[in-house]
Every structure is written in structure tokens, then in C-alpha cells.
């Protein structure tokens, strides 16, 4: 048997991605994708943050503050600008408050409808340094804020997805899987076989037309000859990327596979080297769907309002 080593390397994605591996996307524009995401009130693709007017702040801080927040933002893939809110967008409510001899930001996600979705307080900044609008203390506290809020966001798409009986979180993944290219031997067909048969579970099928796929994949291999080897012996260099695409051509990621084999081992039949790569790959595209779907992501439960008191 052949042992392959299996590396999962996610792509990274500017707005979209959070980070290079929870691959969260809290108000990712869905495109083509809204079908996994949510189908109604889905959050656009932009967050805009005003500039505060009750902020303990001048007016030129209030408004540096508000650009360090959405900077911030954009930092943790939230596609955030520093304006005002127009018809249709989520935003962020932002003020300050003295509390204990310091100032304390506060920060509410507000619905289109202008309803509090949630709210935070962030970490106590010096007094001093606020009210004298010290670039430092402004930037400091959007920097501290930003991964909170962006997990908010997460969670609030989460529970809309939760929501939404065509979401991922309610039903498999359609992954149309479009073969494997440049092996050699019977590598492609093999391979090809393998994986077909060890994607589908609980939570993803497979088929062959991309007509309402929630994800493309395709297999690549790419064989370099007459590398020396750690004896001293040539040996050839394989590495097989399976590509995870979204319906419009993005990458959602990809799963590579790299191994050092004896030369022209792989010029004929693969065997057990295709079911080994195969399984592993499957494995590492599950992943990918589940992170870059979000459907493994806890929900942020609904604000209730509090309970009126009798008169």
C-alpha cells in the first residue's frame, strides 16, 4: 500500500472569509449561493457603521472612531463601511458611556427595521485618552470589539439559517464532483471512482451536473520527476489538489495531498493508492463545505424583549 500525506490548506478570501480557517462569512453577499445560506431577510452584503452621536467623542473623533471600527471589522471579513445607514442595511450602533472613573464603547447590531438583533459593551478605555480623541485609544478599542462583533454577526446568520428549511443546516450539501485530471496511469479513472464513492453522508451527496449544486469540486494531479530523495535515491514528487468550488467559479478551499513515490510506480494500475487518497480527500472537503457554509455554527437566539410591568 501506498500512504499518501494529507494536508488541508484553505484559501483565503478578502470580505468574505473570516480568517484563513473557521472560514466563517457573517454577511457574505450569497450570489448564487443564497439557496444554503437563507432564503429571506438574508443581512447584505455590507455593514454600515455611522458615525456615533452619543459618544463622549468630538465630532471629528466620533467619526475617526467609527472608520477605526469598520476597518476593524473589515479585518475580521465583515464587509463594514464607515457611513451612514441607508434603506435595507444591518448597522452598527455605537456610544460611550463613564463607568467606575473609565469610558466603556457599547455596541448594538441593529436590523434594517432599526431592532436591536444584539448588543455588547467593550473592554474600558482610559478617560483621558477618549477624551482627548487619542488615535491609539479609538483604534484600540475597534481592534479589541471587532472578533466579538464578528461573531455575533456569525451567530446571527446561523440562526437565519437555522430558520431557513433549504439552508445547510437543514438538509445535504448538493456537490457536483467534476472527475480528476493529469494523473498518470489509470489515476484519473481511479481516483475519480474512489472519491465519487467516498464523499456521500449524512450531510452531502454527490452527483455529476452542477445544475443546483451547492459546490464543484475538481481533482488535479501534477507529478514531478527525478526529485532526490531523504536515501539519496530519486524519487517522483505527486501532489493531487481537490479544488472546492462555489456555483459561480469562487474557491471555497482546497484539500491537497502530497507524497514522495518510487519513480513511474504510479504509471499503471493504482489500487489501494487511489482508495487511501480518495477517503482522505473526501474527508478534507466535508470540511471545507461544513466551514465554508457555516452550517456548523452555533445560533444566536432572537432578543426578546423584556416583560412590561403591571401598572
Not at 129 to 148: C, I, K, N, T
Request: proline fraction near 8%.
Amino acid at each position: 500500500m501506498r500512504r499518501f500525506c494529507f494536508v488541508l490548506l484553505p484559501l483565503c478570501f478578502p470580505l468574505v472569509l473570516g480568517g484563513c480557517f473557521s472560514l466563517s462569512r457573517p454577511f457574505a453577499d450569497p450570489g448564487q449561493q443564497a439557496r444554503y445560506l437563507t432564503a429571506a431577510n438574508l443581512p447584505p452584503a455590507r455593514l454600515a457603521v455611522p458615525t456615533p452621536t452619543e459618544s463622549l467623542l468630538s465630532d471629528d473623533a466620533a467619526a475617526l472612531w467609527a472608520h477605526d471600527m469598520a476597518q476593524a471589522m473589515v479585518g475580521q471579513s465583515v464587509p463594514a463601511i464607515a457611513q451612514p445607514r441607508k434603506k435595507g442595511d444591518w448597522w452598527l450602533k455605537m456610544s460611550a458611556a463613564t463607568r467606575n472613573g473609565a469610558i466603556v464603547p457599547h455596541y448594538v447590531i441593529m436590523t434594517p427595521e432599526g431592532k436591536i438583533r444584539a448588543e455588547t459593551d467593550g473592554p474600558a478605555v482610559d478617560m483621558a485618552g477618549w477624551s482627548a480623541g487619542d488615535r491609539l485609544a479609538l483604534q484600540g478599542a475597534a481592534v479589541q470589539e471587532a472578533p466579538q462583533l464578528a461573531n455575533l454577526l456569525t451567530g446571527i446568520q446561523a440562526n437565519m439559517m437555522q430558520q431557513d428549511p433549504h439552508s445547510l443546516m437543514n438538509r445535504p450539501a448538493k456537490i457536483c464532483f467534476k472527475g480528476v485530471t493529469g494523473a498518470p496511469g489509470d489515476g484519473n479513472i481511479s481516483l475519480a471512482r474512489a472519491f465519487y464513492a467516498s464523499l456521500p453522508d449524512k450531510t452531502n451527496t454527490v452527483t455529476t451536473t452542477e445544475k443546483g449544486a451547492d459546490f464543484v469540486v475538481r481533482g488535479t494531479v501534477d507529478l514531478k520527476t527525478g526529485a532526490p530523495g531523504s536515501t539519496g535515491h530519486a524519487v517522483d514528487h505527486i501532489e493531487i489538489v481537490w479544488h472546492v468550488l462555489t456555483p459561480d467559479g469562487k474557491e471555497a478551499g482546497a484539500a491537497t495531498q502530497l507524497h514522495d513515490i518510487a519513480p513511474h510506480s504510479l504509471d499503471g494500475a493504482w489500487g489501494d493508492a487511489a482508495d487511501m487518497a480518495a477517503d482522505e480527500a473526501a474527508q478534507g472537503v466535508r470540511t471545507i463545505v461544513t466551514n465554508y457554509s457555516g452550517r456548523n455554527h452555533a445560533p444566536l437566539p432572537e432578543t426578546k424583549p423584556a416583560p412590561k410591568k403591571a401598572a
